[in-house]
């Protein structure tokens, strides 16, 4: 390679982010971008041609990720090291490793690491505020106050399948087994995993969550399980969430993202009620209602090898899957307007309801963001604006440009209840489909994109005539 270019290479290495390290095969640092000399506040010109373990002298030859690399000839992949730096700071980073072969031959490891100690930090200060909220002083027994906050009435919705999932959800609080809840994201899943916890006799026990997203591995690990002193560098006796959620619920968030090799070991936990503190060699016993949520669809999960197919049966004993708003927009009228009265409360307004444009907007639109963008769009018009109806004007940029599909309209002369415009909307809007499809019940459904059995359930409801 031409020496100018080798230079270029070398200048936009430094430029990234993450710290790179090169060792040799007698273990000697040859390479040492600037963001590893801030991660690891040790000069360049002081670390080129020392040993690993003599720059990190906190590592060992077990513990360093490019010393096992070297050793092995294999890589590694977002493994957590953890080591002491000069001025005794303790700096947790997230590494990937892999050897450089020539001709068959290891000449050495590289390896990228990102800093993680803020996140572990941060980690374990909830760790420890979870334990003091719910252990509190050795004579309180019971914690005075759950974290979950959301009954079953706080679900609002008259769609039939939501009916349906508030009846089963109901029937899942008076079990202690495991509940799965699959929606999209912004659907309500955790408004159902906290109703039922707060309807089971756990009530008055600790409900703890936990998203296992955007954690690595170790983290999650001792996050989950807990960590004996002296199990990695700076390590203390602490329990994890599994032991101060004992007698109550743990909700495991976006489980389909916890790595695979974790899996293993919550599969274990929850076969035997034992659990086991990272470098511990006992275990505890542990008394948890395990309550998972997926933002994925369910039916996929296992066969793209996001969960365990014998962890995937043991947490969907009891299964929910809620529905997208777009598949139940009969519940858009009772959404808007319990989101208004929330926020005329909330920013002290005084808005009394929606303009019909609005309304066909709100009833028409796909509504990717589920309830969540539903209530957001309520919340930037009630905070930025003062009137007495949601006009299109004030709705978010996402609906400002907005053209309706259909010409459907409503009587605006004579006022009716919101339910009754939307009934009327949805029977034009099928009866219409209907005909485009020539009476096609799967195309129609199709078409307006809702599961064949609500259509079916709206036809019959709306008492819609049919060929």
Same mark, same amino acid.
């Given at each position: ?43 360049v010109d002081k670390a080129i041609g ?97 974290? =979950? ?80 002193? /002296? ?8 329990? /994890? ?14 489980? &389909? ?6 899996? =293993? ?82 920013? &002290?307004?005084?808005?009394? /309801? ?22 957001h769009a309520v919340e930037s018009v ?38 009754? =415009? ?46």
């Amino acid at each position: 390679m031409d020496i100018k270019y080798f230079d270029a290479l070398i200048r936009a290495i430094d430029l990234i982010n993450e710290g790179i390290h090169i060792i040799d095969t007698s273990g000697k640092i040859v390479y040492y971008n600037a963001a590893a000399k801030q991660l690891d506040e040790i000069d360049v010109d002081k670390a080129i041609g020392r040993h690993i373990l003599e720059v990190y002298p906190s590592l060992t030859s077990e513990t360093s990720t490019l010393l096992k690399v070297l050793q092995t000839g294999k890589p590694i992949y977002n493994i957590e090291q953890n080591f002491v730096n000069y001025k005794g700071d303790i700096i947790s980073t997230l590494n990937s490793t892999i050897p450089i072969y020539y001709n068959n031959k290891v000449l050495g490891a590289l390896e990228i690491s990102r800093n993680i100690t803020e996140v572990r930090e941060l980690s374990e200060k909830i760790v420890n505020l979870q334990k003091k909220l719910y252990k509190g002083n050795s004579s309180q027994k019971k914690p005075s106050k759950s974290i =979950a906050k959301y009954n079953f009435l706080d679900i609002i919705g008259q769609n039939e399948e939501m009916l349906n999932l508030k009846s089963l959800g109901t029937k899942a609080a008076m079990s202690d087994s495991p509940v799965m809840v699959a929606g999209s994201t912004g659907t309500g899943k955790e408004l159902f995993v906290q109703a039922i916890h707060n309807s089971s006799k756990r009530n008055n026990k600790p409900f703890i969550a936990q998203n296992c997203a955007a954690l690595p591995s170790n983290l999650l690990e001792s996050i989950l399980f807990g960590s004996a002193k /002296g199990s990695f560098t700076g390590a203390e006796d602490r329990p /994890g969430l599994f032991e101060l959620a004992n007698g109550g619920t743990l909700f495991l968030d976006e489980i &389909n993202s916890m790595p695979l090799s974790l899996q =293993a070991k919550l599969l274990r936990v929850l076969q035997d009620g034992k659990v086991r503190r990272v470098g511990s060699i006992t275990t505890t016993d542990v008394d948890v209602r395990i309550i998972s949520a997926i933002n994925t669809d369910i039916h996929t999960v296992v066969e793209t090898k996001q969960l365990r197919k014998d962890l995937f049966f043991r947490l969907t004993v009891i299964t929910l899957v809620v529905p997208d708003l777009s598949e139940r927009k009969e519940d858009i009228p009772l959404l808007t307007e319990y989101f208004i009265k929330k926020y005329n409360k909330k920013c &002290n307004k005084s808005f009394k /309801g929606v303009s019909k444009e609005v309304l066909d907007i709100f009833i028409e639109y796909s509504w990717p963001g589920n309830v969540r963008e539903l209530e957001h769009a309520v919340e930037s018009v009630i905070s930025l604006y003062d009137d007495e109806i949601i006009k299109k004007i004030y709705l978010p940029f996402q609906f400002k440009n907005y053209q309706k599909k259909n010409n459907i309209s409503i009587d605006t002369n004579v006022i009716q209840p919101l339910n009754t =415009a939307v009934e009327k909307v949805e029977k034009e809007i099928i009866i219409s489909a209907l005909k485009q499809t020539d009476y096609n019940i799967s195309k129609t459904a199709k078409l307006i994109k809702i599961p064949r059995q609500t259509l079916q359930y709206k036809i019959k409801k709306l008492k819609i005539p049919f060929k």
